[in-house]
């Protein structure tokens, strides 16, 4: 990829552009949440619809000359209703944050209740964090992964619902390996009559495929990410059904946002047209079991997997029982400095600091778009257990360095 463009205009942009693109084709993207869209959805989101004024929704817009505009959110719409088969989808949101904003604008008055997960255990900011909006907006209360198992503790969502009256229950994580009972969280809400959020940010993807259960049809609310698992770009997307869709609508538009990113809303729609081909099953199917393949190289080693393993794209692990002296970003920056991207995570039962943690999280949902299988995964794993066990040697960092490249060679991005 040539930005030629840019580099007559400002080639320092056009510089770091091309490294970024250089970066991303020579390191293993591992980050959980980060993929790599295809070219036809960068074409889109570089498009001149950044130029258009589109406030409001197709057919009632604030500005002339919408048609393209509508032509394509219309595009959008009608492609996530047929991935996620949900009555009504607002695709505006410019990222899963907002996404959320949009329902806890649409629903609740400040002051009003949230119970969700806590962030150590998995949660997500915008599920009431005091360093966000919604701590400082909403009373939080939160739940968390039973201790023991790393799963979700379903008996004391419904205890804590009980005693704290939430008006809205945030099921949905960013660090969870596990499937999420949306039924059970359903249930809970429904006997204390909250609403229920399903933040599938993570796993947008999964489910779109069917290899992850829906909570579409379930909960009232379910927002997800467009540039996680499936792979549409940078962005968010809200779902609900015909009851909340105008509350939904009026609380993204003029409620949180103005104008929507229009060009991002085209690479949405191309995204989506991606993600409805057969194809995009294989990939999704692939990611899983890429990650579990993953799990299962680290616990041959001795890594402690939390959970002990995986349902979706993602592996957690827990370094204290094996490595008690290797913090999370220590381990982040030797895998870095071997070309291996990915990031320090809080771990259930934290003991260091949020900065520098207890844990790694690994992703495949990129590798498996560059083409990973099984066997390919599997030597990822030792590569990162050597790195891990190893942190401090230089000689090992920079063979499996080698190595990577290697890897990234044989399973070429952005050709
Ligand atoms: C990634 C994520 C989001 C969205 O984050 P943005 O960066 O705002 O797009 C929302 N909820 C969860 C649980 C997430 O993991």
Known sequence: MKYEQVRTIDPAVADALEAEVDRQRETLSMIASENHVSEAVLEAQGSAL????????PGKRYYAGCEYADEIEELAIARAKELWGAEHVNVQPHSGTQANMGVYLAM???????????????????????????GQTYEVEQYQVDPDTGYIDYDSVAEKADEFTPDII??????????????????????????????IAHITG???????????????????????TVRAGRGGIIMTTEEHASAIDTAVFPGAQGGPLMHNIAGKAVGFKEALQPEFTAYAEQVVTNAKVLAETFEDHGLEVVSGGTDTHLVLVDLRESHPDLSGGTAEDSLAAAN?????????????????????????PGLTTRGFDENDIAEVG????EVVDNHDSDDVIYDVGERVKELCDANPLYE
Do not use: M
């Not at 950044?50 to 929704?57: L, P, S, V």
């Not at 249930?187 to 009559?193: C, H, L, N, P, T």
């Not at 030792?382 to 257990?385: R, S």
């Open 108 to 134: 609740l008055d400040p002051g009003d209740k949230i119970l969700s997960l806590e962030l150590e255990h998995g949660g997500h900011l915008s599920h009431g964090h005091p360093a966000n909006f919604t």
């Open 50 to 57: 950044t130029n258009k004024y589109a406030e409001g929704y």
């Open 340 to 364: 291996i991207i990915l990031n320090a995570n809080t771990v259930p039962g934290e003991t260091r600091s949020p900065f520098d943690p207890s844990g790694i999280r690994a992703g495949t």
């Open 170 to 199: 945030v099921s949905g994580y960013s660090a969870y390996p596990r499937e999420v009972d949306f039924q059970r969280i359903q249930d809970v809400a429904d006997a204390v009559g909250a609403y229920h959020l399903a933040d």
């Open 206 to 228: 999964l489910v779109a495929a069917g290899v992850h259960a829906s909570p579409v049809g379930i909960a009232d609310f379910v927002t997800g990410s467009t540039h996680k």
């Open 382 to 385: 030792e590569l990162i257990y």
